[in-house]
């Protein structure tokens, strides 16, 4: 699907209430009613609706948007959400749709698990907390422009991993010379951004990559009087509130609060405990607004978890029909955890490092020392991910 032009919508983030939905643009429609359609067949006779719906304007020099991104939020169980039910399975759903759908490797420590699914230029983003929490599938057009066809900005208020950059408003491109680098006050007809690290026609504020990291943004966080994230009150425990029945009632509530800085736009993350006679449900996210760090705790009334599912079985060895252990590298950035399990012998590293070929061999057999390939891509990932998750406290 393209971009096209769509009627722009007002307001920074306008969500849609009532009984009667807006008319959308048809790309903009159409992921909605997809988004819900694969919410029914992930979990059938639930509730099926999206949790919130909001809009990106985009804007140059002036003002006024010159077109707007559509997106929404759809969140999937809760406490109570079948252990079976995860990420691969929305994945698979998705695949069926006719999308393009994977997984990507999570945080090893908290058991986090991310996907994406594409469609042309329609995007969505997979979400499995820790534990057996929220599904969440935050699906976004491209921007739909008003008047004039333009290229894509390299990001939106909701789609930056950083903090949306102040001068080039996620294009990644100089607004004086809108990317030519042709004109302004640089002499010989040339812009001043070619004096800029990202060269000519790059934004001189962000190198030209459309985002700065939350560092780069304490300036706005102390307009707002809030601390740095590596400061003392960064990741203060929040205080446990309560008033909700479920997660799901939880992460709605969250999904519509603002951090100081008037930014409602997060990427939470979310893990589930049993603790004494109640569940508590942990959300933390960095606002996309000013890189503050935001957390809340909700105490949520006790209902057993179900138990998570167990991760499958190595193969045997092919030639003595041993116990192998996993090869890794490529995707699998050796963090600490990584070079842990290295150490126990619990993992190996594949020849080659991150130079890894697409038959290159993911198992290896202690035994006999045979290395080979096992299709199954996803149970060797399965089987890394248990791994680092139960190693020892050091």
Request: glycine share 16%; net charge negative; charged share 20%.
């Amino acid at each position: 699907m393209t971009a096209g032009k769509a009627t722009g919508m007002a307001g920074e983030a306008e969500e849609r209430g009532g009984r009667q939905e807006p008319e959308l643009p048809g790309s903009a429609g159409w992921l909605r009613d997809q988004l819900r359609a694969i919410e029914r067949q992930l979990e059938p006779g639930s509730p099926t609706g999206t949790l919130r719906e909001w809009t990106d304007p985009v804007r140059m020099v002036h003002p006024e948007p010159l077109g707007h991104r559509y997106l929404f939020l759809v969140a999937i169980g809760g406490e109570e959400r079948p252990a079976g039910l995860g990420l691969d399975d929305a994945v698979d759903t998705f695949t069926a749709a006719g999308w393009s759908a994977h997984t990507s490797h999570g945080d090893w420590k908290g058991g986090e698990i991310w996907g994406t699914a594409g469609h042309g230029d329609l995007r969505v983003r997979i979400y499995s907390g820790s534990g057996p929490g929220i599904l969440t599938l935050t699906g976004w057009t491209p921007v739909l422009f008003t008047e004039r066809d333009l290229r894509q900005p390299h990001f939106t208020l909701s789609t930056v991993g950083g903090v949306l950059c102040a001068e080039c408003y996620g294009w990644g491109a100089c607004m004086d010379c809108e990317g030519s680098g042709r004109g302004g006050t640089g002499g010989y007809g040339r812009c001043w951004c070619w004096g800029g690290q990202g060269g000519p026609g790059a934004c001189i504020g962000c190198g030209g990559s459309g985002e700065i990291t939350s560092d780069a943004a304490l300036w706005k966080r102390k307009q707002y009087g809030l601390s740095e994230p590596d400061g003392p009150d960064a990741f203060r425990e929040p205080p446990l509130e309560e008033g909700h029945d479920s997660n799901l009632g939880a992460f709605a509530d969250v999904a519509h609060r603002t951090c100081a800085c008037g930014e409602f736009r997060c990427h939470w993350r979310n893990a589930l405990e049993t603790s004494d006679d109640r569940l508590l449900s942990r959300f933390t996210g960095r606002c996309q607004g000013c890189g503050a760090e935001r957390a809340y705790a909700f105490a949520l009334p006790y209902r057993r978890l179900p138990a998570p599912a167990p991760p499958p079985s190595p193969p045997g060895c092919p030639r003595c029909a041993g116990v192998p252990i996993p090869l890794t590298g490529g995707l699998h950035f050796p963090g600490a955890a990584m070079l842990r399990a290295q150490d126990l012998g619990l993992v190996a590293p594949r020849p080659g490092g991150c130079q890894v070929l697409p038959d290159a061999p993911n198992w290896r057999c202690p035994g006999c020392g045979h290395d080979w390939r096992d299709p199954d891509g996803r149970r060797h990932a399965r089987v890394v991910d248990a791994i680092l998750g139960d190693l020892p406290a050091s």
